[in-house]
């Protein structure tokens, strides 16, 4: 089994001073919306760096397995989480998710019927 301790190093470290950034990218963010864009990294690029560690430095298949496993696991669940936080922020701040009259937001209303080609406004 050969070790690869300089380049495993390499990519943890990078991957630990990434986290370190986003984290503080956390604390000097403005809102709950800005600060939720800083989790992205972490889970995306660091999770990514520690799985190609992992086979730098094992040659274990199930060791490789479960790090990939984890890797889309994070993901998906960075998604679905960061998804829901927001969505709960908007609930608590305005009361309901869809923009109100007063933020002068556009909103497209299509209440056509799914995959007929028939959508509000068409003329035929």
């Known amino acids: 089994m050969t070790h690869h301790p300089i380049i495993t190093g390499t990519l943890l470290g990078i991957a630990v001073t990434l986290a370190i950034v986003c984290s503080i990218g956390l604390l000097v963010m403005r809102d709950a919306y800005q600060r939720v864009h800083f989790s992205a990294p972490v889970v995306t690029i660091s999770m990514l760096l520690i799985v ?14 479960k790090a990939v496993f984890i890797f889309i696991l994070m993901l998906v669940m960075n998604s679905i989480l960061s998804h829901a936080t927001v969505r709960a922020i908007r609930i608590r701040q305005v009361g309901q998710m869809e923009p109100t009259e007063e933020e002068e937001i556009p909103v497209v209303q299509n209440k056509g019927i799914a995959g007929s080609g028939h959508y509000a406004g068409d003329k035929s």
Request: proline residues 7%; charged residues 30%; hydrophobic residues 50%.
């Open 52 to 65: 190609i560690a992992v086979f730098v430095e094992e040659s274990d298949p199930q060791a490789r397995i």
